[in-house]
């Protein structure tokens, strides 16, 4: 069956380091992989996204890295704030003719000042 | 900067009502998407609509919703018969291509 798996449900880290978090997914040939963010009560927010021919892809302090053979993509914050703190979600869109974004669990993200 | 608009926010309702979700998706954006999270678990897929048809629906879609784009600019989700466990956020979502913007959500309450 097809499964994406986000490596924790909550990661604490302290300010200023790097945050890393992990998407792993099964039985899937995405087309894109994408990074979201949502605050509680709210809806998700778009980061990053990243094609199957790319390896990695940056946007001022976040990184993405997409491993087609090992099934997983990275998600890195530098020099992470407070304010990074909220859940990010993976999320795998599969094209075709027809589009749909199919969502992980989420990891929750708390810095620490 | 354009955004995703859906009312209400907050919606409580008996169970068996039908109820009507509203959404005003970013204007030149051509996809358009219904998805649902409730308390604690995932964001699911409802159902995407696109060239005023439905193009792809999930198997939680079934006869109890429908999705309508009744003028150019609004795009509404129904949800015929309540249940409790029809109670959740439901986000309205659309995009160009592959990215998907969404409103900040319906809070639904089935008592």
């Known amino acids: 069956s097809q499964k994406i798996e986000q490596n924790s449900e909550a990661l604490n880290i302290q300010e200023g380091k790097t945050a890393t978090l992990t998407c792993n997914y099964t039985?899937?040939?995405?087309?894109?992989l994408q990074w979201y963010r949502q605050d509680p009560g709210r809806g998700p927010v778009f980061l990053l996204l990243i094609r199957e021919n790319e390896k990695e892809k940056r946007k001022e302090r976040l990184k993405v890295t997409f491993d087609t053979t090992l099934k997983q993509s990275l998600f890195h914050i530098t020099a992470s704030q407070p304010a990074d703190s909220a859940t990010y979600l993976c999320?795998?869109?599969?094209?075709?003719?027809?589009?749909?974004?199919?969502f992980g669990i989420g990891t929750k993200l708390q810095v620490i000042p | 900067e354009p955004e995703v608009t859906q009312t209400p926010s907050h919606q409580v309702t008996q169970m068996g009502q039908e109820v009507i979700l509203r959404c005003v998706p970013i204007s030149n954006h051509l996809y358009f998407y219904w998805y649902r999270q409730i308390l604690g678990q995932k964001v699911e897929f409802l159902v995407s609509?696109?060239?005023?048809?439905?193009?792809?629906k999930s198997e939680i879609f079934d006869d109890q919703f429908s999705v309508e784009r009744p003028d150019g600019s609004n795009f509404t989700l129904k949800i015929r018969s309540t249940k409790l466990e029809d109670s959740a956020m439901y986000f309205c979502?659309?995009?160009?291509?592959?990215?998907?913007?969404f409103g900040q959500g319906t809070r639904l309450t089935v008592v």
């Open positions: 979502a659309s995009g160009l291509n592959t990215e998907a913007f």
């Open positions: 999320a795998l869109f599969t094209s075709g003719g027809y589009q749909k974004v199919t």
């Open positions: 609509f696109y060239n005023n048809e439905i193009s792809e």
């Open positions: 039985n899937y040939s995405p087309a894109y």
